[in-house]
């Protein structure tokens, strides 16, 4: 076990290539870290006495019926983020307006603390997805709604957390994604996929096609593309839909492929947040080498009008987000 890179040693190996660096950054990161080793105890217990199954009998800002886990990864992830002294802000999907913490600290986190939650009690992966800025307002003054409102350019970090048959954290400071396997044994994160790179040829497509007559034609005939047959473009393509963006992406991320999110006759701006979910996912595909648009518009250039405002997502292999972006362009 000596030749292994603990997420731990990682972070200091990377905070060594900026000298002179606070350390802040680091810290934040081990948040995160002691966070989601908290939560994935309990997502993998959820099924026993816990009693942490079930909702919350409480609604989030979407209207969602929140789970008891997602209300126990939010609090979970504030605490963290919170004892760490280095965050002023955190935006979440749980909570209506964003918190503040800190005057004195320099970062802001918005995040989705357990994305995917309605499949919590049928023991399907679910996620915590998390996007990190500098602050734009003055260190020693009040968060501001601004501070969460940057462009995904902006992001100095994103990453998120795959709870499924092991625990993964996969995150990109903006020099390629690295992924790490938890071992609960150790209770450590360990560095299992270094340099992450999405596969340049895909073949799997990954959309909900219930809403195949509520999306638009340019969208359908992406579907009707997808599944005509022809070897020498690798189609049909395969159906992978899990219902869970961070499993969805995950594979799609390791094995080549497409996630679509389209507006919808009854999602008319789309149903992914564009602060905790489209944007940190975006800057992992495309440190990938892949692609995240919402059919017209890089996601990553959106300039964000609110905290929970929601756009259309593709993400992935670059061929597949191009056809996507092509039909579009073609209705
Ligand atoms: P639908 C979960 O609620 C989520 O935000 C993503 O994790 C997932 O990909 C999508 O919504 C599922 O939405 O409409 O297909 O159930």
Redesign the pocket.
Known sequence: MTDVTTLGEFIIEKQMDFPGSSGEFSRLLSAIRLASKIVSQQVNKAGLLSNILGAAGSDNIQGEAQQKLDVFANDQFIKALTARKVICGIASEENDEYISINEEGSYIVAMDPL??S?NIDVNVSIGTIFSIYKRISPVGTPVTEADFLQKGTEQVAAGYVIYGSSTMLVYTTGNGVNGFTYDPGLGVFILSHPDMTVPSVGKIYSM?EGNFYKSSEGIQNFIKYAQEVDPGSNRPYTARYI????A?FHRNLIKGGVYL?PVTSTSPNG??RLLY?CNPMAMIIEQAGGKASDGQTRIMEIDPKSLHQRVAFFAGTSHMVNKIEELIAAE
């Open positions: 994305d995917g309605s909900n219902g869970s963006l961070v969805d999110y149903k992914l979910e």
